[in-house]
């Protein structure tokens, strides 16, 4: 086998580590938490199907890439619950020292077009990661209004606090932003959020 075949079935292998790294939302009937490997591809199938909402006009295979890899870093870094102040101080470098040695697992081309993707989708600028930002922030938002807000009633998640991770979910598509606000609106007058 030569140098760049081996190189990238490690890295495949090594991703496959994801399925091992779970979050703290509950697949839909509360049956188990979801892994961050569940997480990504339910992402990107909702970018490939919700893709005539974004703002703007995307390049929707980049954006299932960027939705696909994005969540790789946790395999070192572990999950950071989008409201866990403490651990959310240490998640960038300790995503960053992640992305460095899974991404470095890959011949040289390969690895700057993963890590390139991977920072297009942190820095949030580009449509392509505005719309990718919408689908990290929707696919768990309807998965808790499936299981009548169980994981933010046991978290004590105030509505606020949803509101303001959505701002990145405006960024990308203002008609799923239009329903995001519907559901933390239907959530808080149940009592699910605070």
Same mark, same amino acid.
């Given at each position: 086998?030569?140098?760049?075949?081996?190189?990238? =079935?490690? #890295?495949?292998?090594?991703?496959?580590?994801?399925?091992? @790294?779970?979050?703290?939302?509950?697949?839909?009937? =509360?049956?188990?938490?979801?892994?961050?490997?569940?997480?990504?591809?339910?992402?990107?199938?909702? !970018? %490939?199907?919700?893709?005539?909402? *974004?703002?703007?006009?995307?390049?929707?295979?980049?954006?299932?890439?960027?939705?696909?890899?994005?969540? @790789?870093?946790?395999?070192?870094?572990?999950?950071? %619950?989008?409201?866990?102040?403490?651990?959310?101080?240490?998640?960038?470098?300790?995503?960053?020292?992640?992305?460095?040695?899974? +991404? *470095?697992?890959?011949?040289?081309?390969?690895?700057?077009?993963?890590?390139?993707? +991977?920072?297009? #989708?942190?820095?949030?600028?580009?449509?392509?990661?505005? +719309?990718?930002?919408?689908?990290?922030?929707?696919?768990?938002? @309807? =998965?808790?209004?499936?299981?009548?807000?169980?994981?933010?009633?046991?978290?004590?998640?105030? !509505?606020?606090?949803?509101?303001?991770?959505?701002?990145?979910? $405006? $960024?990308?598509?203002?008609?799923?932003?239009?329903?995001?606000?519907?559901? @933390? $609106?239907?959530?808080?007058? $149940?009592?699910? =959020?605070?």
């Amino acid at each position: 086998m030569d140098e760049r075949l081996k190189k990238q =079935l490690e #890295f495949s292998l090594e991703i496959d580590k994801e399925k091992e @790294i779970y979050r703290q939302t509950h697949i839909t009937g =509360l049956k188990r938490k979801e892994n961050d490997a569940e997480h990504a591809w339910h992402m990107a199938i909702m !970018a %490939y199907l919700l893709r005539e909402y *974004s703002n703007s006009d995307i390049d929707i295979l980049k954006v299932v890439l960027m939705c696909l890899i994005h969540d @790789i870093v946790e395999i070192d870094a572990g999950d950071t %619950y989008a409201y866990d102040k403490v651990n959310l101080e240490t998640q960038k470098q300790r995503e960053e020292i992640a992305k460095e040695r899974i +991404f *470095s697992l890959l011949p040289a081309e390969q690895k700057a077009e993963m890590v390139a993707l +991977f920072d297009e #989708f942190e820095d949030n600028v580009t449509p392509e990661a505005n +719309f990718a930002h919408a689908m990290d922030n929707l696919q768990p938002l @309807i =998965l808790n209004d499936s299981n009548n807000g169980a994981d933010w009633r046991e978290h004590g998640i105030f !509505a606020e606090q949803v509101y303001k991770r959505q701002i990145n979910t $405006k $960024k990308g598509s203002n008609k799923l932003y239009e329903i995001t606000e519907q559901i @933390i $609106k239907k959530n808080t007058e $149940k009592g699910n =959020l605070k």
